[in-house]
T-cell receptor, first 113, second 111 residues
């Protein structure tokens, strides 16, 4: 596609459930980033991939969060045993190289009830 | 670690010029980026400064002073569509893939 695509756009889940958030980056982009954004705040770094490997996962808040990018394109952010505090907009971005302009998707709004 | 400060809100009138400041504290600095985000939308890249000085892109300019740990975004000939949130973000010197964002400045442009 022309831009970064994230699905679903909205996800409501019950506390304790497992969720998967998907990101389709711009074709050919090797770097892929996950951020999350709470209301009134800036995006908070979670993890970034260079190709298939996670180059930096220092932003993942705890071991309930995990992300994969098995073929170096689509990425999935996985959250286990969701908590109400996980509610936020999860943003994905991609770039041609790691230190060039990043293009963001529209995000997935996750609500844990 | 890294932290950034920017004003929470700025208001200006159509056609005016507005400057949004950003000061940062960082253990390692690679560059300063600016993003625009409309309500409910995706952050959109505006500009990037790695070196001191002014970068100009149309109506938007961005400035960086590394010695002062300070930068600003300058918006000229303001239009109603410029009403949005603006974020500065610092890239880590040791890890260019990791950006730390400020909490954003909400710009309201009035007629």
């Amino acid at each position: 596609g022309a831009g970064v695509s994230q699905t679903p756009s909205n996800k409501v889940t019950e506390k304790g459930k497992y969720v998967e958030l998907r990101c389709d980056p711009i074709s050919g982009h090797t770097a892929l980033y996950w951020y999350r954004q709470s209301l009134g705040q800036g995006p908070e770094f979670l993890i970034y991939f260079q190709g298939t490997g996670a180059a930096d996962d220092s932003g993942l808040p705890n071991d309930r969060f995990f992300a994969v990018r098995p073929e170096g394109s689509v990425s999935t952010l996985k959250i286990q045993r969701t908590e109400r505090g996980d509610s936020a907009v999860y943003l994905c971005a991609s770039s041609g190289r790691v230190n060039t302009e990043a293009f963001f998707g529209q995000g997935t709004r996750l609500t844990v009830v | 670690g890294q932290s950034l400060e920017q004003p929470s809100e700025v208001t200006a009138v159509e056609g005016a010029i507005v400057q949004i400041n950003c000061t940062y504290q960082t253990s390692g600095f690679y560059g300063l980026s600016w993003y625009q985000q409309h309500d409910g939308g995706a952050p959109t890249f505006l500009s990037y400064n790695a070196l001191d000085g002014l970068e100009e892109t149309g109506r938007f300019s961005s400035f960086l002073s590394r010695s002062d740990s300070y930068g600003y975004l300058l918006l000229q000939e303001l239009q109603m569509k410029d009403s949005a949130s603006y974020f500065c973000a610092v890239r880590s010197e040791t890890n260019a893939g990791k950006s730390t964002f400020g909490d954003g400045t909400t710009l309201t442009v009035k007629p």
